[in-house]
């Protein structure tokens, strides 16, 4: 099957799959038809589909993959012992673990085509981490109630699936509304701590960190490059050896300056 039988394979199932779409016009430019797919893929929520399914879902995902270009930890140089900074996307990593600036409901971003790193780490990884972040979350539910929600600075593990990356480590970062008190600080440098000790107890030795609670949650992108790189430097000293390397991945030019900045 080539990679345009597989896309159109794919958007006919989900068509298919879903109820609210299952009537919409099928674009004939390929751009679209990827948008589209990516749409549906975004909104559906978790349920069984069938192997066929997954298995042309997950080798046409390997393909984009690849054309997006797989970035191993060789390509990065370190800028101090054991830390890297990078700048692009994150889910073309290949490393240990990525980690992913989640919501408390741990099930990705419903937004069709968002551009944020929930939403992109979803799309390229496949639908069957929504649905292991659904198996976890229900666990924790008949666990501590079923109005349970993850809290912050608290990470969950998963598998990466099609993404290059072996794991994905998602974290609720802190969300700033008012002032930037102490305890929202705490909070940022605690999901780089617990991330960190995650990595550890799993035998991941390499990491991707995004940018944690920037952007939509609001917290001051230099005051979090500062608490990253503080808290991260003092982890790796206090757990020498334990990790093999640490990136720092950013998007924005802003972000990148502030991490070199911090990191000189």
């Known amino acids: 099957m080539t990679q345009e039988e597989r896309l159109d394979y794919l958007v006919k199932s989900f068509v298919s799959d879903s109820i609210e779409y299952k009537d919409i016009p099928v674009p004939q430019d390929a751009n679209e ?34 054309e997006n270009g797989i970035v191993r930890i060789s390509d990065i140089p370190e800028v101090k012992s054991g ?20 919501n408390s409901q741990m099930l990705g971003c419903f937004v069709p085509m968002h551009t944020c790193i ?12 929504r649905s292991e972040c ?3 979350m229900q666990e924790l539910r008949i666990k501590y109630g079923a109005g349970y929600e993850q809290p912050t600075a608290v990470p969950m593990l998963t598998d990466a699936y099609n993404l290059p ?32 000790d995650m990595c550890y107890e799993n035998e991941l030795r390499s990491v991707a960190f995004c940018c944690i609670s920037t952007g939509v949650f609001c917290f001051p992108n ?24 640490v990136i720092f991945n950013v998007f924005k030019d802003e972000d990148r300056r502030l991490y070199e900045s911090e990191l000189r």
């Open 134 to 136: 659904y198996r976890k």
């Open 165 to 196: 990356a072996r794991k994905v480590i998602h974290i609720v970062g802190p969300i700033v509304n008012g002032p930037l008190v102490p305890e929202l600080e705490k909070a940022l440098s605690d999901c780089y701590s617990n991330t960190l």
């Open 118 to 129: 929930d939403n992109c780490i979803h799309t390229f990884a496949g639908v069957q981490l």
């Open 33 to 66: 038809k990827r948008r589209l797919l990516r749409s549906l893929m975004n909104i559906r929520m978790p349920s069984v589909l069938p192997d066929e399914v997954i298995r042309v879902q997950d080798e046409y995902l390997s393909e984009r993959i690849k």
């Open 222 to 245: 230099d005051k979090a490059a500062k608490i990253a790189v503080s808290t991260v430097m003092k982890w790796l000293t206090d757990h020498s050896g334990k990790i093999d390397r």
């Open 83 to 102: 830390l890297s900074i990078w700048q692009g996307d994150i889910t073309r990593l290949e490393v240990d673990a990525i980690v992913n600036a989640a």
